[in-house]
């Protein structure tokens, strides 16, 4: 999963914490390479995490990698994640506080998808998207032992 942090966005250490406990394979932090490890809760030791000081470098390493871009932001043309057939191989871009997603990482992806809200506030906290995205790639990719 990758997030833009082009104003030290202060969730990026819960974002952290949630790809560990998903099991991302590489957090990628775009933008300015500075973050608050304080919500990481220490498991940024254990959890990959790449740096690209722009989006153009981050386009080239999804090219090269061959992972497709998916954004995650409420914009009008997005789709909801709660159907979306999310791919196995898949890097889900998070925006930051403020701003939200970039329009260039808007046009890189392939998709952006929506989580459903239904109160009076214009999103939720980017955290948090960030744990229900990544558990929606569980819902349909992770084997669940019962
Ligand atoms: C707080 S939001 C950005 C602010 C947003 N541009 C606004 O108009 O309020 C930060 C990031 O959290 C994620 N996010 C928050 N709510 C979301 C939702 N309902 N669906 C998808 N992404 C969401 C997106 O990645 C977004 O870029």
């Known amino acids: ?28 932090i775009i933008g300015k390479k500075r973050w ?8 940024d030791r254990y959890q990959h995490v790449r740096h690209h000081g722009s989006v153009q470098e981050f386009v080239a390493w ?17 789709v909801p994640i709660e ?4 791919p196995r191989r898949c890097v889900l871009v998070f925006g930051q506080e403020g701003p939200g997603l970039s329009e260039e990482v808007r046009q890189a992806a392939v998709d952006t998808l929506s989580i459903a809200q239904f109160g ?16 929606a790639w569980i819902r349909q990719h992770a084997t669940i032992a019962h």
Do not use: C
Not at 36 to 43: F, K, L, Q
Not at 65 to 78: K, M, N
Not at 83 to 86: A, C, G, K, R
């Open 1 to 28: 999963m990758a997030i833009e942090n082009w104003q030290h966005d202060f969730n990026i250490g819960t974002v952290v914490r949630n790809a560990n406990a998903f099991l991302a394979k590489e957090v990628h």
């Open 36 to 43: 608050n490890r304080r919500g990481a809760m220490v498991t």
């Open 62 to 78: 999804a090219d090269d990698a061959g992972v497709p871009i998916l954004g995650v932001d409420l914009f009008p043309d997005s």
């Open 83 to 86: 159907t979306y057939d999310l």
């Open 120 to 135: 009076s506030t214009r999103s939720i906290n980017a955290g948090v998207a960030a744990g229900i995205a990544m558990h």
